[in-house]
């Protein structure tokens, strides 16, 4: 069985930084696609961040240069480190794990992030 537990969310001026974790267990996320995506408040879900099994990164225009997408293959967790963070960064994070050859995404249950101006 696939879980994945997100932590690492909170309250953090303009300007803060934040770190991100996904914990996974029964999906390595060294093999397979591992993402992060948020939703804010009425808005639709949107992409993030990528990383993929052979370590290249892709991210969303909004957020480049100031996340970093990276993972430990030996805790098997994904983080998403956040800088110079804004007001409308604020939603919650979902991270997310997807198995290429089952064409099968797993998501975890979110954290809050919220910044404040």
């Known amino acids: 069985q696939v879980q994945l537990v997100e932590s690492g969310g909170g309250l953090v001026q303009a300007g803060g930084s934040l770190r991100l974790s996904c914990a996974a267990s029964?999906?390595?996320?060294?093999?397979?696609?591992a993402r992060w995506y948020r939703q804010a408040p009425g808005k639709q879900r949107e992409f993030v961040a990528a990383?993929?099994?052979?370590?290249?990164?892709n991210y969303a225009d909004s957020v480049k240069g100031r996340f970093t997408i990276s993972r430990d293959n030996t805790k098997n967790i994904l983080y998403l480190q956040m800088n110079s963070l804004k007001p409308e960064d604020t939603a919650i994070y979902y991270c997310q794990a997807f198995n290429i050859q089952l064409s099968r995404a797993y998501w975890g249950q979110g954290t809050q992030v919220t910044v404040s101006s």
């Open positions: 029964g999906i390595s996320f060294s093999t397979n696609l």
């Open positions: 990383i993929t099994s052979g370590d290249s990164a």
